[in-house]
């Protein structure tokens, strides 16, 4: 079954200045889909009205073979069982951190909290359950806020700029850890980022968006090899970021 | 189209702020009686020029003591320095009537001052050392000591994020340290200091109390002799009309200066200042400088209170004293209550819809705090009369406008701004990527206001309620138009008792609004220290 289908997708802030031109794509169950592009190319946007936080200009937006946007119809965020991770990490700074990865968790509070405690364990920040978010490092917090989206079971787990503001060594690490977990889990994911590593390292497919235009798409593999050949100005772009 | 509670709220919001302004200038289309006939012969012309010279005494002064404090506590390290910076917003707990009372008990022929010179140099009754201070240079100095905080306040934010570079640039370009103030640091922050001036402006063309007490015509006490000497509520509104017009233009004036106001802030060339160390005469001057406006607008009021509280009235926790102000924190507290839910609704409004109808509409909502207490009081005595006589007067009469519902509703007109910029501020503080999140967490609406936003705003909300509680206690015009038989607030009791010139028995409601209104003080303190570009480095 497709869990997540584009179709014809285009998006304007201001009429004839398009962020979104045309955009199509296809996403399995399971499978863990990377957004590649400059600052400003419109993957964010893509991210955000797949989450229904913005709505489309026009195409539509279907999971599960069901339409949630379109013309004529739109599922409201809360609606949409979507995951999101974000770069700033957005964790609910008067919550503890166990509080916050039981905020969208339904069911009673023994089955919420053992929902979150299996997840806080599986990213091994078990032990700062009663702690709050300021009192965790930035690495910490990522890993807190990736398990807060997966804990309602969400059908797609959206990623934007996951490891944007962690060092080298802490993204590494962070990658391999997360794609663990989430094709264990066999949750979909599309992570958003101009980090080409992001994308080689932790996911099946690729997009490479420019100027709100997908130029390339294929197996991460595809667009590691036609990137070295081709794709001269985004690599420019991607050295200077 | 469906419309949400989100929407309507700000809308419905805007109606019930805009109706009592919108009833008094809609007189100014009605017919003109015999009576403004004789105040345009006799005395408009005598209201317009004391205003205006009020206006430009005032302004002059302020600008002078405000602007000139700042500068010497930003850019200099003397005596005392630490205190003044804080201390030089004390006199705004006081309200220019009360300064005003204080003064007349002070330098009145038989005032505190004058008999203790008398005393001390065994003089006759016949010698008077002070002025007369019940007359328009009297009344400039007491708005000017009063109000130059607003001026105060805004140029030391402004004097702060100035860089070094660029003064320092004016220094090696041969400017001695007052030319680099008067062109180089000044200018650069006209429009900070233009907002200011609009404040005090406001502040002193919709005062009461001050200018009734020194018996000074001015469009205020013209307003109410029209009204309760003339019995002539019409010619009362259109002569409130002319004044809310002059607001409307000072509103126009402040917001235009305010969006200028980036100019004076080049933050990604900033460096902090450094303080230069003053000795000596320069040392004593800037101390004298910046004592004196606390002197007279905080220390001299304060202690001629307590003397008279300590030394004529030794009792007056009274019961009326218990009683008055029991009816004046229980309004406050309603009102600032209102004010606060509303600023947060709106606010939430805004960022959840993100329209930008809504924007505006809550612009246009923060306008009530440049309206005069006493027009928006007429305002809403007319629309609550109105009421009681369409629909209320079945059951019985006076039920609205003998309740405290119009002083509550003139309350939340006139403050919500304050509501509303420091819920907006807790607001710009919550980033939004948390909205988004919440909302892939299926929450949303209500919920997300009460399990995200507020317990995130709770500072902000306390903060809110502070402020209007500190602005609604001093309120005087409005109160006295609009509270119901036989309900007294401390600013009435105070007024009251000052009009019959029983200054010791309105000292004790005097202290009271004085302290609460340290209140804000204590907390814009906080904000200024904590908001210092110097405190991040």
């Known amino acids: 079954m497709t869990a997540l289908e584009i179709k014809d997708l285009s998006h304007y802030y201001v009429k004839g200045k398009n962020v979104l031109n045309d955009v199509s794509l296809e996403l399995d169950k399971g499978e863990i889909l990377s957004i590649l592009g400059p600052s400003g190319c419109g993957k964010t946007t893509l991210l955000r009205i797949i989450a229904g936080l913005e709505k489309e200009t026009s195409g539509s937006v279907h999971m599960n073979d069901q339409i949630i946007s379109d013309h004529y119809h739109t599922v409201l965020t809360e609606n949409r069982n979507i995951g999101l991770v974000v770069q700033e990490r957005a964790l609910f700074p008067h919550l503890t951190i166990i509080s916050n990865v039981m905020f969208g968790v339904s069911g009673s509070k023994t089955e919420r909290h053992s929902t979150a405690m299996r997840l806080l364990k599986l990213f091994r920040v078990d032990r700062y359950a009663y702690n709050y978010p300021n009192e965790i490092s930035s690495g910490e917090q990522q890993r807190v806020a990736i398990a807060r989206a997966m804990a309602p079971n969400p059908k797609i787990l959206l990623m934007d700029e996951p490891f944007g503001t962690l060092d080298q060594s802490l993204t590494n690490q962070l990658r391999v850890e997360t794609r663990k977990i989430l094709k264990d889990n066999n949750i979909t994911a599309i992570i958003v980022s101009h980090d080409f590593d992001d994308a080689l390292s932790m996911s099946d497919k690729v997009i490479v968006i420019e100027d709100g235009t997908v130029i390339q798409s ?16 985004f690599s420019s772009i991607k050295a200077n970021t | 189209m469906r419309f949400s509670f989100w929407e309507i709220t700000p809308v419905a919001l805007f109606i019930i702020f805009v109706a009592p302004v919108a009833i008094v200038l809609f007189s100014l289309t009605g017919d003109y009686s015999e009576n403004w006939s004789h105040l345009y012969q006799y005395v408009l012309t005598r209201y317009i020029l004391n205003t205006a010279y009020l206006v430009a005494g005032v302004s002059i002064l302020v600008t002078v003591v405000g602007v000139g404090t700042a500068w ?55 010698f008077t050392f002070f002025p007369k201070v019940r007359n328009v240079p009297g009344a400039i100095v007491v708005f000017s000591f009063t109000l130059y905080p607003y001026v105060y306040l805004v140029s030391r934010m402004a004097f702060i994020n100035q860089s070094r ?50 018996a000074i015509s001015t469009f205020t006490t013209g307003v109410f002799r029209t009204w309760f000497g003339m019995y002539d509520i019409e010619t009362a509104k259109q002569l409130a009309s002319l004044l809310l017009i002059f607001a409307v233009i ?62 004529y009235k030794l009792d007056f926790f009274n019961d009326k004293f218990i009683t008055t102000a029991w009816n004046t924190f229980y309004l406050a507290l309603i009102a600032a209550f209102l004010c606060s839910v509303l600023a947060v609704i709106i606010n939430f409004s805004i960022r959840y819809r993100g329209n930008n109808y809504l924007k505006v509409m809550s612009s246009f909502l923060t306008v009530g705090y440049a309206v005069p207490g006493l027009i928006l009081a007429i305002g809403v005595m007319q629309m609550l009369t109105y009421f009681d006589h369409s629909f209320v007067s079945k059951f019985s009469n006076f039920v609205l406008t003998g309740s405290i519902i119009g002083l509550v509703l003139a309350y939340v007109i006139k403050s919500y701004a304050l509501s509303s910029s420091t819920i907006e501020s807790g607001y710009q503080r919550i ?33 809110s309620i502070l402020l209007v509680v500190s602005e609604v206690i001093k309120e005087l015009p409005a109160t006295l138009i609009l509270r119901p038989f036989n309900f007294d607030t401390l600013a009435v009791y105070t007024y009251i008792y000052a009009a019959e010139e029983r200054m010791y028995d309105a000292a004790a409601p005097s202290i009271a609004i004085v302290m609460v209104g340290l209140i804000p003080i204590i907390i814009l303190t906080r904000m200024i220290r904590t908001s210092r570009p110097a405190s991040r480095d």
């Not at chain 1, 991460?220 to 990137?227: E, G, L, V, W």
């Open chain 1, 218 to 233: 294929g197996s991460a593999k595809d667009i590691t090899h036609i990137s070295r050949e081709k794709s001269v100005k």
């Open chain 2, 72 to 126: 010497l506590v930003t850019n200099y390290n003397f005596t005392g320095k630490n205190i003044f910076e804080w201390a030089l917003i004390l006199p705004l707990a006081v309200p220019p009537y009360i300064l005003a009372y204080t003064f007349t008990g002070l330098f009145d022929t038989f005032g505190t001052a004058n008999n203790l010179i008398r005393d001390v140099f065994d003089l006759g009754r016949e």
């Open chain 2, 250 to 311: 000072l509103i126009l004036i402040e917001r235009y200066s305010r969006r200028n106001a980036s100019y004076s802030n080049a933050m990604s060339l900033y460096k902090p200042l450094s303080l230069t160390k003053l000795k000596g005469v320069p040392n004593t001057l800037a101390f004298l400088i910046c004592f004196t406006p606390i002197f007279i607008g905080f220390l001299l009021p304060v202690m001629e209170l307590f003397y008279w509280a300590l030394n």
């Open chain 2, 165 to 214: 570079t660029m003064l320092e640039a004016g220094r090696t370009l041969g400017l001695n340290k007052f030319q680099t103030f008067y062109k180089l640091g000044v200018p650069m922050i006209r429009p900070a200091i233009i907002g200011g001036l609009m404040l005090v402006i406001m502040e002193t063309i919709s005062d009461f109390g001050a200018v009734d007490h020194f």
């Open chain 2, 431 to 463: 980033n939004s990527r948390v909205d988004d999140v919440a909302r892939t967490l299926k929450t949303s609406g209500w919920a997300l206001l009460a399990q995200v936003h507020l317990p995130l705003l709770k500072t902000s909300f306390l903060t």
